[in-house]
C-alpha cells in the first residue's frame, strides 16, 4: 500500500454487495433463505427439475424469489419444491412438456402467471435436450426435435412473456447457451442451438432492452453433481483438462451467475453472454 493512503474498509452490508457474481465461496447456500437479492421478485424457470436449472431454482429461492419450476418429471418436480418450502422459500411445480409449439409455452406463461400470482419478472430459458449425433446421420426428426426444445421453446416462452413485462415496467431474461456454441467439438447439432441461443440473447436485447427488459446469458463450461468416488470420472470431465478450473464446475456455479443477472446488481448489463466455465473458451493452459 502507498505511504499516506488510508486502508480501505468496507462495512460488512457493503462488502456483501460488492459480492455480486461470487455467491458463497462454499459452493453451497449457507444464509438459510435469509438473503434477500431478489425479494419480492418473481420467477419462470424451465428445466428445472434437474442439474442447472434445478440448481437455479433453488438458489433463486433462497435469496427471496417465488418461483414456479417446469420440467418434465411430476416426481422429481416435487420432491424440488419440497426441498426449497422446507428452507421456507416460495415455490410451485408446472409440468409441462416443452416442444417448441407456441401452445405449449403460451400455456407455461399462463399458468406461471396465475401462480405468481399476476406476472413473471424473471425467465430463466433453461430446457434442453444434447442428444449425441454425428451430422452424417442424424434424421430429421432428431435435429426438428433438437430445434424445438433448445430454440423453439425459449423463442415462444419469450414472445409470450415479454410483452407482459414491458407491460409491468420491466423484467430480466437469462438464456443459457455452452461454451461449445465458441469452441467447437464434434457435436455440431447441439452447439448450433446453444449458438442460436447466444445470438437470441443479443438480438433481444436491442429488441426488448430499451423498454425496460434486460436480456443476457450464461455460458456454462463441463458442469455436474459430485460424483461419489466409485463412480469414476464423469464422461465430460476431460474436456476440462488444459483449463485453469482443471476440472468441471457444479450447477450451484451457474446459479451464482443466474442470481447476480436478475438481481437490481445487474442493473447496467445488456446483451452479455457471462462464461462460467472453468476458463474453456478463453484460456489454454500449457503444461510446462
Not at 447439432?189 to 442460436?196: D, E, I, Q, R, V
Not at 434486460?214 to 463450461?221: L, W
Not at 461419489?228 to 485453469?244: F, K, L, S, V, W
Not at 443466474?258 to 438481481?263: D, E, F, G, P, T
Request: proline residues 6%; neutral net charge.
Amino acid at each position: 500500500m502507498r505511504a499516506g493512503r488510508p486502508a480501505l474498509s468496507l462495512a460488512p452490508k457493503r462488502r456483501r454487495e460488492l459480492s455480486g457474481l461470487a455467491g458463497p465461496i462454499s459452493g453451497k447456500h449457507d444464509c438459510d433463505m435469509t438473503c434477500s437479492r431478489l425479494r419480492n421478485k418473481t420467477a419462470l424457470i424451465t428445466g428445472a427439475t434437474s442439474n442447472i436449472g434445478r440448481a437455479i431454482a433453488i438458489e433463486f429461492a433462497a435469496e427471496g424469489a417465488h418461483v414456479v419450476a417446469s420440467g418434465r418429471s411430476p416426481q422429481r418436480g416435487t420432491e424440488l419444491i419440497e426441498e426449497i418450502k422446507a428452507n421456507g422459500g416460495r415455490a410451485e411445480f408446472v409440468p409441462m412438456d416443452l416442444d417448441g409449439s407456441v401452445q405449449a409455452c403460451s400455456a407455461l406463461a399462463a399458468e406461471a402467471t396465475r401462480l405468481l400470482g399476476g406476472g413473471i419478472g424473471i425467465l430463466v430459458n433453461n430446457a434442453g435436450i444434447y442428444p449425441r449425433t454425428h451430422t452424417a446421420t442424424t434424421d430429421e426428426a432428431t435435429f426438428d426435435q433438437v430445434y424445438a426444445v433448445n430454440v423453439k421453446t425459449p423463442y415462444y416462452l419469450t414472445a409470450a412473456v415479454a410483452p407482459a413485462m414491458i407491460e409491468a415496467g420491466g423484467g430480466v431474461i437469462i438464456n443459457l447457451g455452452s461454451w461449445i456454441a465458441r469452441l467447437g467439438i464434434p457435436s455440431a447439432l447441439y452447439s448450433s442451438t446453444k449458438g442460436a441461443m447466444e445470438t437470441l440473447t443479443r438480438a433481444w436485447a436491442a429488441e426488448f432492452g430499451p423498454r425496460g427488459v434486460r436480456v443476457n446469458a450464461i455460458s456454462p463450461g463441463v458442469v455436474h453433481e459430485r460424483l461419489p468416488r466409485e463412480a469414476g470420472p464423469h464422461p465430460g470431465d476431460a474436456m476440462m483438462t488444459g483449463t485453469p478450473a482443471g476440472s468441471p464446475g457444479t450447477p450451484d456455479a451457474i446459479a451464482h451467475a443466474a442470481v447476480y443477472l436478475a438481481s437490481d446488481g445487474a442493473a447496467f448489463v445488456h446483451g452479455t453472454v457471462i462464461d462460467v466455465d472453468g476458463g474453456r473458451t478463453g484460456v489454454a493452459v500449457i503444461a510446462a
